[in-house]
């Protein structure tokens, strides 16, 4: 569970799937079967804070370890990340950062801007960051297509307040994107 107490991971309503239980991760986590592939799904809210890197470099590998040896899988959520923790992330844990792969365009960076989402008020510190993420793991060559490319994928920021939702609540994550 996240420090938020809630954490979902929707997919699409003809996907077969299996949620993993075994997770040691603020996460929910599953395995999908995407056309003919296998390949694992995960949503996560890690621990925010600048002081918590280390705290969320942990997490992650432990998210990580949830899906099987050598399965492709993708890894989308808030991780809080900041930018100084990216090469830990990418180059230890051997995970390739969506966001960069898919050479989106600058101005799409920030996942998390309060210049113009004024959820906290006008008064409040305004800063710009990319707390969410999107990692991708490949996987083996017995787990995925063949010569798999990352498609040149422009994300951005599309929700700047509470979503409403059917039932009439309101939704938490106000940073989304696409």
């Given at each position: 569970i996240s420090h938020c107490n809630y954490t979902q991971l929707w997919v699409r309503n003809n996907m077969f799937f299996q949620r993993?239980?075994?997770c040691?991760?603020?996460?929910?986590?599953?395995?999908?079967?995407?056309d003919e592939y296998v390949i694992g799904l995960s949503s996560s809210h890690l621990i925010p804070g600048?002081?918590?890197?280390?705290i969320r470099f942990e997490q992650i590998k432990s998210l990580k370890k949830c899906f099987p040896c050598g399965m492709a899988f993708v890894m989308a959520g808030d991780f809080n990340m900041r930018k100084s923790e990216d090469k830990p992330v990418e180059e230890r844990l051997g995970l390739v950062d969506?966001?960069?792969?898919?050479e989106s365009r600058q101005n799409h960076m920030y996942t998390w801007n309060s210049f113009s989402n004024q959820y906290h008020g006008p008064e409040?510190?305004?800063?710009?960051?990319r707390f969410d993420?999107?990692?991708?793991?490949?996987?083996?060559?017995?787990s995925r297509p063949p010569n798999?490319?990352?498609?040149?994928?422009?994300?951005?920021l599309v929700a700047n307040k509470p979503l409403i939702m059917r039932e009439?609540?309101?939704?938490?994550?106000?940073?989304l994107s696409d």
């Open positions: 993993i239980t075994k040691d991760a603020p996460s929910v986590a599953a395995v999908a079967l995407v600048k002081k918590n890197s280390l969506a966001w960069k792969a898919g409040a510190f305004k800063f710009r960051c993420r999107i990692f991708i793991n490949r996987g083996s060559i017995t798999p490319t990352m498609a040149k994928v422009d994300f951005k009439g609540g309101k939704c938490c994550k106000f940073h």
